[in-house]
T-cell receptor, first 109, second 115 residues
């Protein structure tokens, strides 16, 4: 059974204090690993898709990386508007997308 | 391109009632998936439709059902509502069959409150 574990559950950063969020996964045959950002009361907003170990993608202050067992979402010099819950999900074969519980990020000015 | 739309956005029902939620995918997308999100359980998969056929079903009771129409729009129905059905119901669409690594794009969700 596919499993996704995200850590930490919550993270509080000062504005400009860089950090990383972790997503550990167990799947048989990864077809894709997805990162989403979710603001309270809204639907998840797509950030990145990673397909193979060694792949990296960047968008503004965010950079996602992938290894065979985990993915990291690096946040460089975060701003208060980066505060949100970040969700990681994996897909293997024809099985549905499996989500982690998310990391709640708070960036304090 | 317009994103995924869901109606209604908010709904209040009482126990025992039934409810129908609607989802219109991104234009050209043929796959629609539904999820239930609660603070305790996170995002849990309900079902997935592609070209009007259910491809996958999550571990939810038979009170939860869905369908997809020829224009790819989808509905989900929950009968005999229980208090525990209070949640944010999310719909996501994918261009293809989504059995591979295609990205799912989410709608804003329908917030259901069961009293």
């Amino acid at each position: 059974e596919d499993q996704v574990t995200q850590s930490p559950e919550a993270l509080r950063l000062q504005e400009g204090e860089s950090s990383s969020l972790n997503c550990s996964y167990t799947v048989s045959g990864l077809r894709g690993l997805f990162w989403y950002r979710q603001d309270p009361g809204k639907g998840p907003e797509f950030l990145f898709t990673l397909y193979s170990a060694g792949e990296e993608k960047e968008k503004e202050r965010l950079k996602a990386t992938l290894t065979k067992k985990e993915s990291f979402l690096h946040i460089t010099a975060p701003k208060p508007e980066d505060s949100a819950t970040y969700l990681c999900a994996v897909r293997s074969g024809n099985t549905p997308l499996v989500f982690g519980k998310g990391t709640r990020l708070s960036v304090i000015a | 391109k317009a994103g995924v739309t869901q109606t209604p956005r908010y709904l209040i029902k009482t126990r025992g009632q039934q409810v129908t939620l609607s989802c219109s995918p991104i234009s050209g997308h043929r796959s629609v998936s539904w999820y239930q999100q609660t603070p305790g359980q996170g995002l849990q998969f309900l079902f997935e439709y592609f070209s009007e056929t259910q491809r996958n079903k999550g571990n939810f009771p038979g009170r939860f059902s869905g369908r997809q129409f020829s224009n790819s729009r989808s509905e989900m129905n929950v009968s005999t509502l229980e208090l525990g059905d209070s949640a944010l119901y999310l719909c996501a669409s994918t261009q293809g069959s989504s059995s591979g690594g295609e990205t799912q794009y989410f709608g804003p969700g329908t917030r259901l409150l069961v009293l």
